[in-house]
């Protein structure tokens, strides 16, 4: 193989990869002068001259010119980096001592399994740096939408290309529960991490990250993109519900109306984009009652006690707005204590009449151990109806009851409503 083939073979793939002209050339030299040290020890004296584009490299030993005394009689005599007058005259007459001899070293000097050797180096290297291109490249974009194309479904992940060819990795776990992927399908996500394994590149994507809620408000909603409005807060249960706290920095614009739009007309592509994820949009304020009272909408509250030592909050509600503080499987509270960051805990008033339709926890008193009911009592709770509003997990994380304890509970009120 001689020099131009070699070189053209290499431009050509670094082309393909995208690699720049300079960044070629500093590959290219990078290995040869591998090679020469290799060969001759050190790459001091040794000039490479590279034309990717013509397909030409020249490696040039550059030598001092010697007295023959001096090459054969002194300890300081580098055949390396001098040449004695005698063999220099060889080649050029005319050449005297104290000048620099310079002689080409021909890629077949190398010798065959060095060359095959450079040339795979070569294409190693530019492997190398594409991949390392990759990795920095989604690096600076982590928290960005970006678009892929879906090309192989599998149990425990989505696989997808970019515009480039290059993979992405949806995890399971990443996924909106309601996600449903076929080959072919163009999906929007979120850059959220890049790690490098055994020297690859892996770019791990999201649609249940936080971030991914607030991008999309910023492609929809231009008050948010141009920083007009702020988005302070996400929380989200991904495909079920989410609560975004915004503030608007001008008191013209209305946060909450700029982000919902005419008849929800902006709101309703995010939620179509997050498989009828229910979004409550509420304005962020420092006061941690009217907060605590936003974050519970739709209910309305009557009192709250805030106890900021505890990190909890007694909110106290008429009994018919209980349902609608804890909502479906316990989520609106749920996503209302992590909004605001403290733990909610939701209480009936008394009020003097009983909900004919509701059987308060009492009348169980022969199904159900006293310490029970005043457990479920302890966190508000004291109907039926308001304990099968939440879910068993809900229960055994808010009180002190056990699993089993609970799916027992469960049971016997449900029996009262068949």
């Given at each position: 193989m001689d020099t131009a083939t070699l070189i053209e073979s290499f431009a050509e793939f670094a082309k393909f990869k995208n690699i720049?002209?300079?960044?070629?050339?500093?590959?290219?030299?990078?290995?040869?002068?591998?090679?020469?040290?290799?060969?001759?020890?050190?790459?001091?004296?040794?000039?490479?001259?590279?034309?990717?584009?013509?397909?030409d490299l020249e490696v040039w030993w550059m030598r001092e010119i010697v007295s023959d005394d001096f090459a054969e009689d002194s300890f300081d005599y580098d055949p390396v980096k001098h040449i004695s007058l005698?063999?220099?005259?060889?080649?050029?007459?005319?050449?005297?001592?104290?000048?620099?001899?310079?002689?080409e070293v021909k890629l077949e000097d190398f010798g065959r399994r060095m060359v095959q050797t450079a040339r795979q180096t070569l294409i190693q290297k530019v492997k190398d740096l594409e991949k390392d291109n990759l990795f920095q490249k989604y690096k600076d974009i982590v928290g960005e939408i970006i678009t892929g194309e879906v090309y192989q479904v599998m149990n425990k992940e989505v696989l997808l290309v970019d515009a480039e060819g290059n993979e992405l990795i949806l995890?399971?776990?990443?996924?909106?529960?309601?996600?449903?992927?076929?080959?072919?399908?163009?999906?929007?996500?979120?850059?959220?991490?890049?790690?490098?394994?055994?020297g690859n590149p892996k770019i791990i994507l999201s649609r249940t990250a936080p971030k991914f809620l607030e991008r999309l408000f910023e492609m929809e909603v231009p008050e948010v993109y141009?920083?007009?409005?702020?988005?302070?807060?996400?929380?989200?249960?991904?495909?079920?519900?989410?609560?975004?706290?915004?503030?608007?920095?001008?008191?013209?614009?209305?946060?909450v109306g700029a982000c919902v739009g005419m008849k929800g007309s902006r709101i309703h592509s995010?939620?179509?984009?997050?498989?009828?994820?229910?979004?409550?949009?509420?304005n962020f304020t420092e006061n941690t009652d009217l907060f605590i009272s936003r974050a519970l909408s739709p209910a309305?509250?009557?009192?709250?006690?805030?106890?900021?030592?505890?990190?909890?909050?007694?909110?106290?509600?008429k009994p018919d707005q209980v349902s609608l503080a804890i909502g479906k499987g316990g989520q609106n509270i749920k996503l209302a204590s992590k909004l605001v960051g403290l733990e909610i805990d939701v209480f009936r008033e008394l009020t003097g009449t009983e909900d004919e339709e509701d059987v308060d926890?009492?009348?169980?008193?022969?199904?159900?151990?006293?310490?029970?009911?005043?457990?479920?009592?302890?966190?508000?709770?004291?109907?039926?109806?308001?304990v099968l509003a939440l879910s068993k997990e809900d229960l055994v994380r808010r009180t002190?009851?056990?699993?089993?304890?609970?799916?027992?509970?469960l049971q016997v009120l449900k029996q009262e409503f068949e």
């Amino acid at each position: 193989m001689d020099t131009a083939t070699l070189i053209e073979s290499f431009a050509e793939f670094a082309k393909f990869k995208n690699i720049d002209r300079p960044t070629m050339m500093r590959i290219v030299e990078d290995v040869f002068r591998t090679m020469v040290r290799k060969k001759f020890g050190t790459d001091e004296n040794f000039d490479i001259i590279i034309n990717v584009d013509k397909g030409d490299l020249e490696v040039w030993w550059m030598r001092e010119i010697v007295s023959d005394d001096f090459a054969e009689d002194s300890f300081d005599y580098d055949p390396v980096k001098h040449i004695s007058l005698t063999d220099a005259q060889k080649i050029e007459k005319d050449f005297e001592e104290g000048e620099e001899f310079a002689s080409e070293v021909k890629l077949e000097d190398f010798g065959r399994r060095m060359v095959q050797t450079a040339r795979q180096t070569l294409i190693q290297k530019v492997k190398d740096l594409e991949k390392d291109n990759l990795f920095q490249k989604y690096k600076d974009i982590v928290g960005e939408i970006i678009t892929g194309e879906v090309y192989q479904v599998m149990n425990k992940e989505v696989l997808l290309v970019d515009a480039e060819g290059n993979e992405l990795i949806l995890p399971k776990g990443e996924q909106i529960p309601k996600d449903r992927f076929r080959k072919g399908d163009s999906i929007r996500a979120i850059v959220h991490r890049v790690e490098m394994h055994n020297g690859n590149p892996k770019i791990i994507l999201s649609r249940t990250a936080p971030k991914f809620l607030e991008r999309l408000f910023e492609m929809e909603v231009p008050e948010v993109y141009d920083g007009l409005i702020s988005i302070r807060r996400i929380v989200r249960e991904p495909g079920e519900r989410a609560k975004v706290a915004v503030e608007s920095y001008d008191d013209r614009i209305d946060p909450v109306g700029a982000c919902v739009g005419m008849k929800g007309s902006r709101i309703h592509s995010i939620v179509r984009e997050l498989e009828n994820e229910n979004i409550d949009v509420i304005n962020f304020t420092e006061n941690t009652d009217l907060f605590i009272s936003r974050a519970l909408s739709p209910a309305k509250i009557s009192s709250i006690k805030v106890e900021n030592d505890k990190g909890r909050a007694s909110v106290f509600l008429k009994p018919d707005q209980v349902s609608l503080a804890i909502g479906k499987g316990g989520q609106n509270i749920k996503l209302a204590s992590k909004l605001v960051g403290l733990e909610i805990d939701v209480f009936r008033e008394l009020t003097g009449t009983e909900d004919e339709e509701d059987v308060d926890l009492y009348e169980f008193t022969d199904e159900l151990e006293d310490w029970i009911i005043e457990e479920l009592k302890r966190i508000g709770l004291d109907t039926a109806k308001s304990v099968l509003a939440l879910s068993k997990e809900d229960l055994v994380r808010r009180t002190e009851l056990e699993e089993e304890t609970v799916e027992d509970l469960l049971q016997v009120l449900k029996q009262e409503f068949e």
